[in-house]
């Protein structure tokens, strides 16, 4: 096996020798994504040529099996792949070559991918990529094409053609940048049968691609060309002296921390002027080597290379010049305002020198990446995921620049270039197929008392809207659980990046005490490190205590109810507070309270009492967080099913009370059923009340469908009229 220091090697002939070929080239692509350092996420693509028998006539037909649109090598399955027949695709270049008007960039160029459906093989849904050409022309069975560090540094430095051919001799040619497309595929695959013994080529500011007739060969070679790049670009390392050297010092960890903390929801409100961000906090070492260097500001404005990296990261990132050392938090603030207005006019200025008649109109001129000295790197994207492969692929350019600063001088791609693949008419077409976002997508929504019942119950029900969701409850253990239910549904999404909580998916899961204002400010820390910020809050944790033997409730019990039905949610209202007024973003909040706070009942004094003020309290927050925040409250009555409150003791208590009878072996859930039937037939609809009531209307309440309703109790009872609200 051969042995590498740059790049890792994975591949092991007792798992490869066990597949078919189509799944030897999902394994290769599988290895092959694993390391970043060989490609990002979902960048690159590979290729094999396999011959197959064609389900039409019988005959062998040669195939090409190559990663099709959208999807990631490291995750990709069979069904990612696009197939071709061969002869098919070739004979494309006809239809090409008769256009009146070809090359890259031209109107048949862009036309030619509407051609590649027909050459579908065996109704493949799978929609084929525009890198699908280079694949087909290069005369050999199997190709890799990456995004690696080691070869985008040379592909991006001033003098890369002769870079090319200092570090790799004549077995890797050079090709210039050219926007992917059918005449790039022309034009390999005539470098390639011009020189049999040319083994890939480095494509300029854009990456590698490479060939060879046996899979793993292709594969060896892969990491071969990755690894002598690497090489020559370590011989060079700058050491201390990387981008010009230490500008400004690192803050240490817990200042760092604190400084996000505080800063994060104000920057999120800035950047979410036009539509609203999810943030990833990215630091690494070599992150804030560069943030902290006397060249991050000349570099970060050339931009990125690579058109992968480029796409997400957008033009160029944010750099703000501010000392963490001798300025203040107000200066950065002011910096940062500067910086942004600066930055949304630059972007309008690039989009108006470079637009053509027919480009899609602006789209949001707000920064996805912003680079703070002393604190890291800040993405922000619609969802998570997206915004942590934002942060992924600049610190990969950071990578990019390091080595090539190294070797040569780096260069971004050149403005035009960049706006003529941001604003390409196929991408804009890829973005209008896309679904359209779902209500919460670009929302973070807290849940406390997501450990159970109607919070749990919630929590699903708006991760289904497309929130990210922060689960949180008493029981830390049980928050996480929820949260991993809605991870294993919703998935992690792509990107490999985040430090700390801020490498989240989806959903997390926090313990707090909403008694203990440390407590819920702690938690809003999690929640703003995680994701920068936060949108809305639905409190279901409450408390019900009973009565003691005789009847009553003692009075340090009283404490408790109000403390954590009363005084709970104005403290995680109050918190909350402070991130909704530094975000300068609407919000929502719900407070779960009870039909028992209109409705006077035996033996629940403190409870019903406790709810009565949770009722009031609704309102006065929503005097109080006006016109900012809209406050309603849910009035559940007696949901059985699933809830804390109804243990089996209690279940039993009440049938005995109501004179409804049962077997002592019956099942908890049997008990339930049976008390929820009960107390339905006291309801005007006669309906039992589920967790799924009641978390539908907390989802309504916080939805834009009530945008115009704050100040409000919805009872969600089957119909008490003894709970109605006059
Ligand atoms: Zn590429």
Known sequence: MPTFQHVTYLWDDTVADQLDPVERLRYRSNILGADQRITNTGGGNTSSKIYATDPL???????????????????????NFASLYMDKLLALQKIYDAAPVKGVKTEIEDQMVDMYPHTTYNLNPRASSIDTPLHGFIPARHVDHMHPISAIAIAASRDQEELTRKVYGEEVGWVGWQRPGFDLGLVMGEMARKNPNLKGLVMGQHGLINWADDDKACYDLTLSLIEKAAEYIAAHDRGAETFGGEKYPALDASARVGLLVRLLPTLRGMVSAKSRFIGTVHITDRVLQFVNSHDAPRLAELGTSCPDHFLRTKIKPL????????????????????????YRADYAAYYAACKHVNSPAMRDPNPTVILIPGLGLIAWGKTKSESRVTAEFYSLAIEVMRASEAISQYQGLPRQEAFDIEYWLLEEAKLKRMPPDKEFARNVVVVIGAGSGIGKATAHRMAKEGAHVVCVDLQAEAARATADELTKIYGMGIGVAGTGISACGPAIGLGADITNRDSVRAMFEQVILAYGGMDNVIITAGIYVPPNREGRIPDPMWGTTFDVNVIGPYVVADEARRIWDAQGLSGTLVITTSVNG????????????????ANHLVRELAVELA???????????????????????????????YGITFEETDSTDDLQIKLADFYAQRTLLKAPITLADQAEVAYLLTSSKFQKTTGHIFSVDGGLSEAFLR
């Open 57 to 79: 006539t019988g005959e062998e037909v040669d195939v090409l099996w190559v990663k099709g649109s959208g999807g990631d090598l490291r995750t990709s399955k069979k069904e």
């Open 319 to 342: 750099y703000v010049d501010w000392n963490p050392t001798a300025e203040d938090f107000d200066a950065l603030l002011a910096k940062l305002d500067a910086g942004l207005a600066a």
């Open 598 to 613: 209109a409705v006077s009942k035996k033996g629940s004094l403190a409870y019903d009492a406790s709810k009565a003020a």
């Open 627 to 657: 016109p900012r925040v809209r406050v309603n409250g849910l009035a559940p009555a007696t949901v059985v099913e699933g809830s804390s409150m109804f243990p089996r003791d209690r279940v039993i208590a009440s049938l005995i009370k």
